[in-house]
């Protein structure tokens, strides 16, 4: 399983980014897709997650502002990012999980991870 990240780079506060994930590889039709986010010093967080049916979870810090999605092929995974501030610049992650239940935003749960993508946000 592979998976490609790209669409990060360096915008003013209050502005937008779309992150794309390509992923390959798989068969099972269950998987859970997942970005989450990482600055030095710190553990990884949960971003945003979607199940195959299109449920979506969504940490707090980020409701309302971005938004998880996946083309119908199920093979590109999104995030886009709005209203950035200066406290969402990391290195955002895609990651995937066989999973039958409940994707959550915990990163022991997925064991699939794409190279990253550096997001950075300045005043």
């Known amino acids: 399983v592979q998976l490609v990240e790209s669409g990060g780079g360096s915008v003013q506060s209050g502005g937008s980014l779309r992150l794309s994930c390509v992923l390959s590889?798989?068969?099972?039709?269950?998987?859970?897709k997942g970005w989450f986010r990482q600055v030095p010093g710190k553990e990884r967080e949960g971003v945003a997650s979607?199940?195959?049916?299109?449920?979506?979870m969504y940490a707090d810090s980020v409701k309302g502002r971005f938004t998880i999605s996946q083309d119908s092929a199920m093979t590109t995974l999104y995030l886009q990012l709005n209203s950035l501030t200066p406290g969402d610049t990391a290195m955002y992650f895609c990651?995937?999980?066989?999973?039958?239940?409940?994707?959550?935003?915990?990163?022991?749960?997925?064991?699939?991870w794409g190279q990253g993508t550096q997001v950075t946000i300045s005043t």
């Open positions: 990651a995937a999980a066989i999973s039958e239940s409940w994707c959550y935003l915990r990163a022991v749960d997925y064991n699939y």
């Open positions: 979607i199940d195959k049916w299109g449920n979506t």
């Open positions: 590889g798989y068969g099972s039709p269950n998987w859970c």
